[in-house]
């Protein structure tokens, strides 16, 4: 499947994430566990369910990564530190190279390699954690053959 890559600004998100070391295989469990902390937290949950990947071995078998849901912080914008087990965040406006994969989790790594030839065409660096955006996943539907996801690669100069 060849994938379009696009340039985006990512706004300013306040989230609430559980960031461990771990397998991914391990990822609905942390899905549960931060669902289960927001539950009854008053924070609304604003958007799709997202991992954030703070390293880039795969292979690995244990990885450094973090669920997270994006949340409404207050009008005044303060949002607390943590909400139950979950920790809080403000992810800040930045650049990525953002593509979509629709597919199975296990087969998007042809999704990041056409973001990482793009950011070398482009001369850009790498400047953060990858993010994939669980646009349409296993709570909508049955077949992991039509789960849609957005990858984003943070980039900048």
Do not use: N
Request: with cysteine.
């Amino acid at each position: 499947m060849p994938y379009e890559v696009e340039l985006m600004l990512i706004p300013e998100q306040p989230i609430a994430g559980i960031r461990e070391r771990g397998r991914l295989g391990e990822i609905g469990t942390r899905i549960r566990r931060l669902r289960a902390a927001l539950e009854g937290s008053g924070f609304a949950t604003k958007g799709s369910l997202m991992a954030r990947f703070f390293e880039d071995d795969s292979a690995s078998p244990s990885l450094d990564y973090e669920v997270c849901l994006p949340i409404d912080a207050r009008a005044d914008g303060w949002v607390p530190d943590r909400i139950g087990e979950a920790r809080t965040d403000i992810i800040p406006t930045h650049l990525a190279l953002v593509t979509t994969h629709v597919g199975r989790h296990s087969e998007m790594q042809p999704a990041y390699a056409a973001l990482l030839a793009e950011s070398a065409t482009l001369g850009y660096a790498i400047a953060g954690p990858a993010t994939e955006v669980y646009l349409t996943g296993a709570e909508s539907v049955a077949d992991p053959a039509e789960y849609v996801t957005e990858v984003r690669l943070p980039v900048a100069r």
